[in-house]
């Protein structure tokens, strides 16, 4: 019996470590960690965890209105995810008008269908930001493109079978100053068009907004509301102390009760389940140090982490 016990654990765990066609969702209060691109390096000089995955940009195609050097193309994409090989992936794909006109007319259907082969082709889960920020005035999405253009990425991609995607709905919870702000309800594409609310935050404290700053106050709770009545999970796409340590210069202790704190309560405190810190803060061994005692917490869910915890329905 006891030998039966021990093979019968050995299979679960083989199962949960396979990759699946429907990518992981993990159990409630339970939070995936993503590294970005850019941060991926410092990580292990760092003696941080592995993370669960890798963030990073790109886009459809070079559009010449709106430059991204830093961007990674379609040929770019297909190398490199040739290169990391079996490692979850969070893609935020950043869109213009334009290119949102071009998905409107089937005129990207070649990039559409190119990114599919590259997605099918890879042997992992990928979360899918499909626009960037898409209520931030500051990108003058024309929502109705944006819905529009979500949804037929969307069904050109189920045209192409491709099952290992979530379409992440990527939009910011801060409330503008100068501009009308563009309400949640007018570019949503739809229960059927998406898999997670993504979030950036940057932001947080009312003092984090200084008079002449284009944002005014945050939102974050009416992210999470829309998120929870349209019971979808949260994924915090982007989160990152740049701005606070601009205007501020908080370092140490100061910054880590300032923003780390407030930041992860709203982690605990809402559907949180998967979240990218951008590290501007590896220069800060009190910082690093929290955060390396942070992440040693069981809620959060590593490369390495016990795959019994992640089929433990009690959590």
Same mark, same amino acid.
């Given at each position: ?87 979850? #992936? ?50 003058? /999405? ?52 998406? +898999? ?8 947080? #404290? ?8 284009? /944002? ?46 407030? /930041?992860? +309560? ?50």
């Amino acid at each position: 019996m006891k030998y039966l016990y021990f093979l019968t654990i050995a299979v679960v765990t083989l199962l949960a470590c396979q990759p699946s066609d429907k990518p992981f969702v993990p159990p409630k209060n339970d939070t995936l960690t993503f590294v970005h691109q850019y941060d991926y390096i410092d990580h292990p000089q760092q003696n941080l965890p592995d993370p669960y995955g890798i963030a990073f940009y790109a886009s459809l195609y070079q559009d010449v209105r709106f430059p991204i050097s830093k961007d990674k193309n379609i040929k770019e994409l297909d190398v490199l995810l040739d290169a990391l090989g079996n490692v979850p #992936l969070l893609i935020m794909l950043r869109l213009t008008n334009h290119q949102l006109q071009d998905i409107n007319q089937s005129q990207a259907d070649a990039e559409l269908d190119s990114l599919a082969e590259i997605f099918n082709d890879y042997n992992n889960d990928i979360y899918l930001g499909v626009g960037f920020e898409v209520n931030n005035p500051r990108y003058m /999405f024309v929502s109705s493109l944006y819905t529009k253009a979500h949804r037929y990425l969307v069904e050109r991609f189920r045209q192409n079978n491709v099952n290992n995607v979530s379409y992440v709905w990527h939009v910011i919870g801060m409330e503008p100053r100068w501009e009308e702000p563009i309400t949640l309800e007018s570019c949503y594409p739809g229960d059927d068009y998406v +898999d997670w609310v993504g979030l950036s935050m940057h932001n947080i #404290l009312p003092h984090h907004y200084p008079d002449d700053t284009f /944002f005014k106050k945050s939102s974050y709770d009416k992210v999470s509301a829309f998120a929870s009545d349209h019971n979808l999970p949260i994924m915090m796409c982007e989160a990152s102390t740049r701005s606070v340590k601009n205007n501020f210069s908080y370092r140490g202790d100061s910054l880590w009760v300032d923003w780390y704190e407030p /930041f992860l +309560d709203f982690v605990d405190n809402n559907d949180v389940r998967a979240m990218c810190h951008i590290f501007y803060s590896f220069e800060d061994d009190f910082i690093v140090n929290r955060w390396r005692k942070e992440m040693q917490k069981e809620k959060y869910i590593h490369a390495r982490s016990e795959p019994f915890k992640l089929l433990n329905e009690e959590r």
